[in-house]
């Protein structure tokens, strides 16, 4: 991207930090993009201000995030030896007979990210909200000011749980009819809860806890990248 | 007088209109629709959740699967997510390899269209015409990639091989006579490039032979026009892209506004329409067809002229090439340690866009430093065309859905993901 374009970006950023000034609570730009985060409570009012005064007139996409396990690695990197396999840390997490409520967590655990694009302008950005409440998250939804948002919206809350009020639509869209759970939630196993086979003797299809088990065949590591490592090492000199 | 009330009509799933698995609950009056309520999800396979726990390069292949009918240009959104977090460019050959595949994976859906909403709509022919043309073109990403769908060809940091000197030839065989493999054989001679460049010499002359079965045709153009209306307004308010917004009349394509890889290099131009019916984004999508085969030619004389590497010389994200690891400890130690562990990427979030055949496809990458995505969100534009089905089909008759289907260029692989 040339300069032209991340100073049009820095552009933006201060436009967008003078008119909603009290309501973003973190601007950023990364990766030559930039993100607003605000509090749920100011998202319509934001939201409409976004689309009217500064004609993002397409909402491009919007999607939950589930912070649950956000920087945690299977593998320590850091120690000397360490074991070949790795199996999957039960963690208590989801159980199928408890709800998945147990699970503490600290902090936001829900986020709702929209990307918005302004075709007037050439130019994108990305709404950040964390939910409030992580036993029931609720954010206000955008359907109003943007309509196509309904699917994306109904999406979320299959996958993730994430309520969206005054939504016209609010059912599951993806899973199959009678799903329990949300399965993209990182406390949901990655082989599902149940598998379903017809069965002879009752003559119809029934349902069994899964029989698979989850296996790591390459584990999950952090290492810091080199360039944070070079900056690390700089700040210590 | 008994009371008339509204039946509803069960669409699918194994309807053959129906694209694949869509079932639509249609509430009708009589033979109008009042509302229409698509089920998705028949094909939900959890893309996104399995990405979760694999190594970043693992899941390319994935990327071919949403889409199946534009496998190239799937990969390649993610890919360009993959890159900008990494901040690495890939070297311009591959970039010029990449828009070739990009334009004849275009071509490639586009012809899929064209045959299957033809079919739905009652030309039978046209899905032969066209499926003629996809097997040459299918012939190509065989010689690349060894796969002729599912081709896992596009890499961060450059594609997977330069592209062979040679084109695989037919061999006489029971279903194939010694004078049928000549014809068979006869453009095959040279390079893979020969083979794209002859094509492309050829495809306007195909595209004029569609065009004259359809354009003018008196029962396409009454199935077609004046059906499934979108007002520029409307088409941004609900979230449509591609062809489905150009046809509302309004200019918008990521390669000429936003242009990634070489696209500002290469001379083409936007089509539009102007009512925003099926008819328009018919058109709209044949003038694609040719514009792309200009695109095509482009690059083959580019690539042609300028040989050079295809992937980066770093082997923290590209394995060393397979000699060097024959000989070299330090080459198989970056490979061993790129097919057992990956590489990681910074913490961060990126978005990365292209112009799909369908629209824009995006990938939303949530990295937390690990060597596997945090969250990967896949932003598939049949999605949001599927999510207007209930505004375009209002008002109008049963017969009009399957249009309808027709002219969003449906596909389940990337709607469900």
């Not at chain 1, 007037?120 to 950005?125: C, G, I, V």
């Not at chain 1, 939804?141 to 993730?160: H, K, M, P, T």
């Not at chain 2, 066209?130 to 097997?135: I, K, L, M, V």
């Not at chain 2, 910074?346 to 596997?372: L, Q, R, T, W």
Request: glycine fraction near 6%; charge should be negative.
């Amino acid at each position: 991207m040339s300069t032209a374009a991340s100073t049009a970006l820095q552009t933006l950023q201060t436009e967008l930090e003078i008119s909603l000034a009290e309501a973003i609570q973190n601007s950023t730009i990364a990766f030559k993009e930039l993100t607003i985060e605000i509090l749920p409570v100011d998202l319509l009012r934001v939201a409409k201000t976004l689309r009217d005064k500064h004609s993002f007139e397409i909402l491009i996409d919007l999607c939950g995030v589930d912070y649950l396990t956000y920087g945690k690695s299977e593998w320590d990197s850091d120690v000397s030896s360490f074991s070949r396999g790795v199996t999957r840390k039960n963690d208590g997490l989801f159980d199928f007979d408890k709800s998945s409520a147990t699970v503490e967590y600290d902090g936001k655990r829900y986020a709702v990210v929209t990307h918005l694009l302004s075709i007037k302008n050439n130019n994108r950005l990305r709404l950040k909200v964390f939910c409030e409440d992580n036993d029931m998250p609720t954010v206000d939804s955008l359907d109003s000011i943007w309509n196509g948002v309904n699917w994306f919206e109904r999406e979320a809350f299959d996958l993730y749980g994430i309520l969206f009020s005054n939504h016209p639509d609010l059912r599951r869209i993806l899973t199959d009819y009678g799903f329990v759970g949300h399965p993209f939630r990182k406390d949901f196993p990655l082989e599902g809860q149940v598998e379903m086979r017809y069965d002879e003797q009752s003559e119809r299809v029934i349902y069994e806890p899964v029989s698979i088990e989850s296996r790591v065949a390459v584990p999950r590591v952090i290492r810091p990248s080199e360039k944070a490592e070079s900056k690390a090492s700089e700040a210590k000199d | 007088m008994p009371e008339i009330r509204n039946f509803t009509l069960n669409f699918g799933p194994a309807h053959p209109a129906a694209h694949g698995v869509l079932r639509l609950v249609l509430e009708m009056d009589g033979e109008v629709i009042q509302r229409a309520d698509p089920h998705i999800g028949l094909l939900h396979r959890g893309t996104e959740k399995l990405a979760e726990s694999k190594i970043y390069n693992q899941s390319i292949g994935y990327m071919d699967r949403l889409d199946y009918v534009s496998m190239m240009c799937n990969e390649h959104g993610y890919v360009l997510a993959l890159e900008k977090m990494m901040g690495i460019e890939a070297p311009i050959r591959a970039q010029y390899i990449r828009v070739m595949f990009d334009e004849i994976t275009r071509i490639l859906n586009h012809l899929l269209w064209i045959g299957a909403h033809a079919l739905d709509v009652g030309a039978m022919t046209m899905f032969l015409y066209a499926f003629r043309e996809r097997e040459d073109l299918m012939d190509v990403y065989e010689a690349v990639s060894g796969a002729r769908l599912h081709a896992t060809y596009y890499r961060p940091g450059g594609v997977y091989r330069d592209l062979p000197d040679t084109m695989p030839m037919f061999e006489k065989s029971r279903w194939h006579s010694e004078a049928e493999v000549r014809r068979l054989n006869k453009n095959r001679g040279g390079t893979v490039l020969d083979f794209i460049e002859d094509f492309t010499t050829r495809f306007p002359k195909y595209v004029d032979e569609y065009e004259t079965l359809l354009t003018d045709n008196r029962i396409w153009k009454q199935r077609l026009v004046d059906i499934g209306i979108v007002s520029p307004e409307r088409a941004l308010q609900l979230g449509l892209t591609g062809a489905m917004l150009r046809g509302s009349g309004v200019e918008w394509d990521l390669r000429k506004k936003q242009p990634y890889e070489v696209y500002d290099k290469i001379n083409f131009d936007i089509p539009v329409g102007t009512n925003g019916d099926s008819y328009d984004r018919y058109l709209v999508r044949v003038e694609e067809m040719r514009q792309s085969n200009i695109i095509i030619k482009q690059c083959v004389d580019w690539l042609k002229k300028n040989p050079g590497p295809v992937i980066l010389d770093d082997n923290k994200v590209a394995p060393p090439p397979r000699t060097a690891m024959k000989s070299d400890m330090e080459a198989l130690i970056h490979h061993f340690k790129l097919a057992t562990e990956g590489y990681c990427l910074p913490e961060g979030e990126a978005y990365a866009a292209i112009e799909h055949p369908k629209g824009e496809f995006g990938c939303y990458i949530v990295s937390d430093g690990a060597n596997k995505p945090y969250r990967l969100k896949i932003r598939a534009p049949g999605f949001a065309h599927m999510s207007a089905m209930d505004e375009l089909t209002k008002g109008h008759m049963l017969a009009d859905v399957v249009t309808i289907i027709g002219t969003m260029d449906i596909v389940f692989g990337e709607v469900d993901r």
